[in-house]
């Protein structure tokens, strides 16, 4: 059985509201992408059909294995077909809740990635959320909410899920993926509250990119001009790939800023990275770093609104004015860095 991670209060409150009879015909369920929202659905869904789930948490038994499963004849789960979701799905959708549950109490349809309902399915949907057959739930997930019209939201019970505690998603990542618990903690901040985004980031071998811009970071001057604008090229060849490196490159920045203004260790997202951090921290000024943070903010901005930019010159000029003002002032003491201090002496 796949393990939900976190929720534990939603899954209380949509337990207790099984429990008292005050469920509702439709639900939304939103939040960010790769944090369980539509596990929680299934096991609502399970929770809706068990008849023993009041005894204990996640009920095993066969009609929870065949809903989980996905093979319980009255659960069903609708999943975008080419990247949206139309109006026969919908009428699929009103056949097969026109009838009784054949074993269940209810009819449950879960609509999996509902921001790609297109409008004219949505609109038939109406109907279905207007009037819904006695027996009936149907509960809309999504990540994009806004992108649903204002007159089917309007019909749904609103259930939010926040991001999921950053301990967690680390825990999940080193029990899984037999990684380190610093990296995992490290992936686990990088992904901002979501174990799916954390899983695709390990899988890119994030860690590995990351390190070769740390070296950028850290090595300042010692870092050859031509092994710059060589990384340059590789990383900004690829837009998913520079998007990436800018973003790690802040929460790198972000990290330094936290740990010169002592602000908690724990709220560092590189934890495994601390010690070099710690030391590149006291070679550069807050008003410094904030530069380069404002630096990449921008090259960020242009990235997403200029398709046609040219981005190999963007990530040059990046890098080389990082790499200006990290001159002489770099975490690991360089040969040039040296020979600067002994002539201040
Ligand atoms: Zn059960």
Redesign the pocket.
Known sequence: MTKILGHADTLAILKNSVLSKKTAHSYLFSGIDGIGKKLVAIEFA?MLN?P??EAEER???R??DLIRKGSHADVRIVTPQKGSIRIDNVRQIQSFLKYSPVEAQYRVIILDDAHLINRSAQNALLKTLEEPPGSSILILVTSRASALLPTVKSRLRHVRFGPLERPLIAEELARKRKIGPDEAMSLAGLASGSLGRAIELLSANTLKFRNALTEVFTAGPDFGLASLLDLSFRISSDVQNFTDAIEFGMTWIRDLIVLKSGGATTSVIHTDLIDILATSAQHHPIRELLEIHTEMAKALELLNSDTNINRNMLADVMFLRIRKMLDYKTGVPSRLSVIEDSSNA
């Open positions: 399970c068990c023993s789930y009920h095993k038994c009609i929870c």
